[in-house]
């Protein structure tokens, strides 16, 4: 995918607060990009500067040659869906898609044309006649990804759109939301504090720690490789492992696995479901690693349960164990050294 949208070095500042901070990101023509952060770390913030709601006090953003910073909101190509939908309400759904298009003065027919073609892509053309406190929140957030795309937008802004959702319809329409995205073939830079939406939506996520980048990578790798310990935690469950590396060998107390890291002291993360119950004669692999324990709490999470070992040493572990079947007082885990990722230390004070 060739480059479309270019965030060069980007900051902003309200009053003593640095919002954003030296932030560079690059969206590809037809990529699902989300940012993903915690609250106050500066995702919407950024998203407001893309679409020209607010202008950065550092940095600049482009797209392709032309340099949107310095462009009205109305020339930039650029299309926002927000949280609160912001539908008229004494308007039809027609003509709330139509709307930007008459504000243009764009002719009859071809606003009749359009907006019957973006009613449809979203699958609510049946409604054309309905106003908004007629329709279901889905039905509503429908209505204003119509609105945003019949203007055919290079670029499609979402502030956490799908918030308002209840669990059910959310997930519906993060299926729906990403076929469309696909169909339309335009960028999304999507907003979410939410890791499994991002996880599920994005062909990458960029992960925002207090108004800076902390990674930018697909789904898979920042779930699978996380650079940083506030990644690993940030992004599903882990145990962090701190430990000292002598000559290819990794010594966190009662576990040790080689690994090819220099001399030092490491951080490590180990996921839940890496983390086995085993039974004393189970085979052992020329790479696993070992520990005995005594259950602490068993949480139900679904199909699965997340049981706290405390293990040798003083050392406490979480486990991701099927459901199904009871568990002894004592337990036997084991994991294998390659799932022991080691992290990146990060040299920001917090």
Same mark, same amino acid.
């Given at each position: 995918m060739s480059g479309l949208l270019s965030i060069r070095g980007v900051a902003k500042i309200f009053g003593q607060a640095k919002v954003l901070n030296a932030v560079s990101l690059e969206?590809?023509?037809?990529?699902?990009?989300?940012?993903?952060?915690?609250?106050?770390?500066?995702?919407?913030?950024?998203?407001?500067i893309i679409a020209g709601f607010e202008q950065p006090d550092e940095g600049e953003v482009w797209m392709e040659r032309e340099r949107l910073?310095?462009?009205?909101?109305?020339?930039?190509?650029?299309?926002t869906?927000?949280?609160?939908?912001?539908?008229f309400p004494h308007l039809s759904v027609f003509?709330?898609?139509a709307y930007g298009l008459r504000a243009k003065k764009t002719?009859?027919?071809?606003?009749?044309t359009r907006v019957e073609s973006a009613l449809a892509q979203v699958k609510i053309d /049946?409604?054309?006649? =309905?106003?908004?406190? +007629?329709?279901?929140?889905?039905?509503? #957030? !429908?209505?204003?990804?119509?609105?945003?795309?019949?203007?055919?937008?290079?670029?499609?802004?979402?502030?956490?759109?799908?918030?308002?959702? /209840?669990?059910?319809? =959310?997930?519906?329409? +993060?299926?729906?939301?990403?076929?469309? #995205? !696909?169909e339309v073939g335009i960028a999304f830079v999507f907003v979410t504090h939410d890791q499994e939406e991002a996880m599920t939506l994005s062909?990458?996520?960029?992960?925002?720690?207090?108004?800076?980048?902390?990674?930018?990578?697909?789904?898979?790798?920042?779930?699978?490789?996380?650079?940083t310990a506030y990644v690993a935690s940030f992004v599903g469950q882990t145990n962090l492992l701190h430990a000292r590396v002598e000559n290819g060998i990794a010594d966190a107390g009662p576990l040790k696995w080689p690994c090819a890291m220099p001399n030092g002291q490491t951080l490590f993360s180990l996921r839940p479901e890496h983390i086995r119950i085993v039974d004393a004669m189970h085979l052992s692999l020329p790479t696993s690693v070992r520990v005995r324990g005594s259950v602490r709490k068993r949480l139900f999470n679904g199909p699965s349960d997340l049981v706290e070992i405390q293990c040798e040493g003083g050392l406490i572990l979480t486990a991701r164990v099927p459901n199904q079947g009871e568990l002894g007082s004592e337990l036997l885990l084991e994991f294998s050294a390659e799932s022991a990722i080691a992290l990146q230390s990060t040299t920001r004070e917090r």
């Open positions: 969206v590809a023509e037809g990529e699902f990009l989300t940012i993903l952060g915690e609250s106050g770390s500066g995702k919407t913030t950024l998203l407001r910073d310095l462009l009205p909101p109305s020339r930039r190509g650029v299309n869906v927000f949280q609160s939908y912001a539908l003509e709330n898609v002719p009859a027919k071809e606003i009749t /049946d409604f054309a006649r =309905r106003k908004p406190a +007629q329709l279901s929140g889905g039905q509503q #957030q !429908r209505v204003a990804l119509s609105r945003a795309l019949v203007n055919r937008p290079r670029l499609l802004l979402l502030d956490e759109p799908l918030s308002a959702l /209840d669990a059910n319809l =959310r997930r519906q329409m +993060q299926s729906e939301l990403k076929a469309l #995205q !696909r062909d990458r996520i960029a992960l925002l720690r207090a108004g800076e980048v902390e990674q930018v990578s697909t789904p898979r790798e920042l779930y699978n490789r996380p650079r």
